[in-house]
């Protein structure tokens, strides 16, 4: 149990559409990223927020967006949905900030299929 | 850039064996190292981590990787398999360096099978 949930645990989307994910860090957590694993693969870093803001990004379009709440919480936002955003979401925590070798947590993850 | 290698995809050892998933990376400066454990169907547990302290590190249910600058390798290693450490097994790296704090660069897992 790592403290990190994730909603909803399964989805399925029409291709075109737009879904929304969402992450509750584990407490006193300021740092919250996201993950895109697809099946069989390693996950893939997509982006990172520190207060509110987001400080850093993989190699991801600009229809992946994202949000973090005064509590830390988080959402993930994936626009025009294709067929190849079908994957694992996983959102990790951390309460390291900008100080690096923290323990990163994850969530159990999103299941987003597209149709 | 980091990037990280696991070398085979899948292993498959018998109960009461070794256990020796190998991992390989790539940086340019001192990278903090880490080993993650993923059940069918659920996120990633941390197994154990490296961040420039004692080079062998030991991690949850017996498992113990050792940091050799050398090699570039971080091997995670478990002296006797249980059924239970069927999962898949992933080798991370995140620079020390940056702000990126939340970033880890994975390698692609290893399918650990252990048979009775």
């Known amino acids: 149990e790592t403290g990190v949930t994730q909603s909803p645990t399964h989805l399925i989307k029409t291709r075109g559409q737009q879904v929304t994910l969402r992450c509750s860090s584990q407490s006193g957590h300021n740092t919250v990223s996201w993950y895109q694993q697809a099946l069989g693969q390693g996950p893939q870093f997509i982006f990172q927020y520190y207060r509110e803001e987001e400080n850093g990004r993989g190699n991801f379009p600009p229809r992946f967006s994202g949000l973090q709440f005064p509590n830390y919480s988080s959402e993930l936002n994936v626009n025009a949905l294709e067929l190849d955003d079908s994957a694992l979401y996983l959102c990790?925590?951390?309460?390291?900030?900008?100080?690096?070798?923290?323990?990163?947590?994850f969530g159990e993850g999103s299941w987003l299929t597209v149709v | 850039a980091q990037s990280v290698t696991q070398l085979g995809s899948h292993v498959s050892v018998s109960e009461g064996a070794l256990v020796l998933l190998r991992c390989n990376y790539s940086?340019?400066?001192?990278?903090?190292l880490f080993w993650y454990v993923q059940y069918p169907n659920q996120g990633l547990q941390l197994l154990l981590k490296?961040?420039?302290?004692?080079?062998l590190v030991k991690g949850i249910n017996g498992f113990e990787a050792e940091f050799k600058k050398s090699e570039t390798s971080f091997h995670l290693t478990k002296p006797s398999a249980h059924m239970s450490d069927a999962a898949e097994y992933f080798c991370?790296?995140?620079?020390?360096?940056?702000?990126?704090?939340?970033?880890?660069?994975f390698g692609q897992g290893t399918t650990l099978q252990v048979k009775p």
């Open positions: 990790a925590s951390s309460r390291g900030g900008l100080i690096s070798g923290n323990t990163i947590y």
């Open positions: 490296y961040t420039s302290a004692a080079t």
């Open positions: 940086s340019s400066v001192p990278p903090y």
């Open positions: 991370a790296v995140s620079d020390p360096g940056s702000s990126n704090t939340g970033k880890l660069i």
